[in-house]
C-alpha cells in the first residue's frame, strides 16, 4: 500500500497490464514489451520496483486481465509466464535477477504482481522482434521514465556506470556503481 501511495519515480513504475491492451481490449505483445523495458531499465539503473496491476495513479486494479488470458490463470503461471517473456527479451540471466511477489496492498484490494530489480552487475539489453528482424537497445531510468539510450549513449553509459575496479578485473566481474 506505502509503494502505490508513493506514487511513480526514478525507481518507482505502475503498469495497469502485462498483456492486456486496455485501449483496444485485445491481448497485445506491446504490452509485453513495455514491462520488459521498465525491467531492464531498473536493472540497468539504480534498481527500482514495477508493479503490474496498478494505474498510473497507483489504484490497485488487479490482474484478472491478463490472468484471463492464460490457459491456468494463477499466480504461479503468471510468475512462469513474466520468467519466460523476461528470457526471451532479456536473456535468462537477466529474466532471473528480479524478485516477483504477489500481494493485496489492502482489505478487498485485488492483488498486484510485484517485480522488485536490484541493479544488475553487468548491461542488461532488451532484444525485441522489428520489421522481419530484431533490435537491441540498452534502457534505463531517466526521472520517472525508462529511455532506450542511442549506440553512443550507450558505450558512454556502460563504460561509466559498470566501471572494472582492480578487484573485479582479476575476477573477471564488473561492479555496478
Given at each position: 500500500?506505502?509503494?502505490?501511495r508513493?506514487?511513480?519515480s526514478?525507481?518507482v513504475e505502475?503498469?495497469?497490464t502485462?498483456?492486456w491492451?486496455?485501449?483496444e481490449?485485445?491481448k497485445?505483445?506491446?504490452?509485453?514489451?513495455?514491462?520488459?523495458?521498465?525491467v531492464?531499465a531498473f536493472?540497468?539503473?539504480?534498481?527500482?520496483?514495477?508493479v503490474?496491476?496498478a494505474?498510473?495513479?497507483?489504484?490497485a486494479?488487479?490482474l484478472e486481465?491478463?490472468?484471463?488470458?492464460?490457459?491456468?490463470p494463477d499466480?504461479?503461471?503468471f510468475e512462469?509466464?513474466l520468467r519466460d517473456?523476461l528470457s526471451?527479451a532479456?536473456g535468462?540471466n537477466?529474466?532471473?535477477?528480479?524478485?516477483?511477489v504477489?500481494?493485496?496492498?489492502?482489505?478487498?484490494?485485488?492483488t498486484?504482481?510485484?517485480?522488485?530489480?536490484?541493479p544488475?552487475?553487468?548491461?542488461?539489453?532488451?532484444t525485441q522482434p522489428?520489421?522481419?528482424?530484431?533490435?537491441?537497445?540498452l534502457?534505463?531510468r531517466?526521472?520517472?521514465?525508462?529511455?532506450a539510450?542511442?549506440?553512443d549513449?550507450a558505450v558512454?553509459?556502460v563504460?561509466?556506470h559498470?566501471r572494472?575496479s582492480p578487484?573485479?578485473?582479476?575476477?573477471?566481474?564488473p561492479?555496478a556503481?
Open positions: 500500500a506505502a509503494l502505490l508513493a506514487r511513480e526514478d525507481r505502475f503498469k495497469e502485462a498483456r491492451n486496455v485501449r481490449s485485445r497485445d505483445a506491446r504490452m509485453e514489451i513495455a514491462v520488459a523495458k521498465s531492464a536493472l540497468n539503473s539504480r534498481g527500482g520496483t514495477l503490474i496491476g494505474d498510473d495513479t497507483g489504484a486494479i488487479g486481465r491478463d490472468m484471463a488470458t492464460m490457459r491456468t499466480h504461479d503461471r512462469l509466464w517473456m526471451t532479456l535468462r537477466a529474466a532471473a535477477q528480479p524478485r516477483i504477489f500481494a493485496s496492498p489492502g482489505d478487498g484490494t485485488p498486484v504482481c510485484v517485480v522488485v530489480c536490484r544488475a552487475p553487468r548491461p542488461v539489453y532488451l522489428k520489421d522481419g528482424g530484431s533490435i537491441t537497445d534502457w534505463v531517466v526521472g520517472n521514465s525508462s529511455r539510450l542511442g549506440v549513449e558512454e553509459y563504460a561509466r559498470w572494472p578487484s573485479t578485473l582479476v575476477l573477471g566481474r561492479s556503481r
